[in-house]
């Protein structure tokens, strides 16, 4: 299967630029040629496939819209936009931890955090 990334390509002191690929070292060229300033690749993180890629980046340009440039390109310093990333996955990891345990709780008819009057199972009275 092809591994998919979000990246964060630009400058230290920015601007960046936020987008995904299966080809970072590709990917990087392909910006270089266009770009008038010397770039690197800043950050990436591994995707579990296109999808969530392009779900993170959307998440990362909706929350950082008002520093758009233009398309992927955003008016942030590395570590903001570094961050920005890493927060995404985090919160996702997060997210899919809560939901488990949700489930969990309604496969084992158990909701602790709504207290006995919410109990339902084999000795409840509602």
Known sequence: M??????VI?????????GITSNLGGRLSAIQTGCHFKIELLHFRECLDRAQALEHEQIFHDVYAGNRLAGEWFDLEADLA??????????????????????????????PWAGEDFYI??????
């Open 82 to 111: 570094i961050e920005g990333v890493d927060t995404a996955f985090d919160y996702a990891e997060h997210f899919s931890e809560e939901v488990k345990r949700s489930w969990e709780a309604a496969e084992l008819n158990i909701w």
């Open 2 to 7: 092809k591994r998919h990334y979000i990246y």
């Open 10 to 18: 630009g400058r230290n002191e920015g601007p960046v630029k936020i």
């Open 121 to 126: 199972g084999p000795h409840s009275h509602h």
